[in-house]
């Protein structure tokens, strides 16, 4: 895609019972690398994550659910992602993105959510193991996978890798050294 780092608008719905180390490494590098990141909460005011860290989204979902953003991306945890799966709001988000062919992300159980929204036929895509059981699609034991414009990737330990890619998927490989450098890994 390879667009300027400025120009890129990234929204992460955010559900509570997220994975907050997934969410937080998500916004955090998005926004080293530039992107303006929305954190819309599904429900008015701050959001208890699975571990019982609180996050205060920088908006309300409603409040954006009818914007374009060049990339949608979802954080896993339970039962974060069961309620990104449920919400009509945050399908319909996800339809109009594949739709428009532009980036979608998720991470550990959060695939499911795409497969909620039926845009995961036919792709290859990786996940917390068991997440996309009830929904009859399998997943890859592989770290991240990307597949046309899908990025998934399979847990909280490949956070940082999975936003690498995503960096990488929308400004290029230039913008992901220049996140990936500085952090020393």
């Not at 080293?32 to 860290?53: D, I, M, N, Q, Y």
């Not at 929204?117 to 009830?134: F, I, N, P």
């Not at 999975?162 to 990936?180: H, K, M, S």
């Amino acid at each position: 895609m390879n667009i300027d780092p400025d120009q890129i608008r990234v929204l992460v719905p955010l559900a509570p019972g997220a994975e907050e180390l997934e969410a937080v490494t998500i916004i955090d590098l998005l926004r080293r690398a530039g992107f303006t990141v929305v954190v819309a909460g599904l429900e008015p005011g701050p959001v208890t994550c699975s571990r019982k860290t609180v996050i205060l989204p920088d908006r309300e979902l409603d409040d954006v659910v009818d914007e374009d953003f060049h990339l949608v991306v979802l954080p896993g945890g339970l039962p974060g992602a069961d309620h990104l799966r449920d919400d009509a709001r945050v399908r319909s988000v996800v339809r109009r993105q594949s739709d428009a062919g532009r980036l979608l992300g998720a991470i550990c159980a959060a695939p499911k959510a795409l497969a909620g929204a039926g845009v995961l036929e036919g792709r290859r895509v990786t996940a917390y193991t068991g997440a996309l059981d009830a929904s009859g699609l399998s997943s890859t034991a592989t770290p991240v996978e990307v597949d046309g414009g899908v990025v998934t990737g399979r847990g909280p330990g490949v956070a940082i890798d999975f936003a690498l890619t995503l960096i990488e998927q929308l400004a290029g490989p230039d913008a992901r050294r220049d996140v990936e450098e500085p952090l020393l890994r």
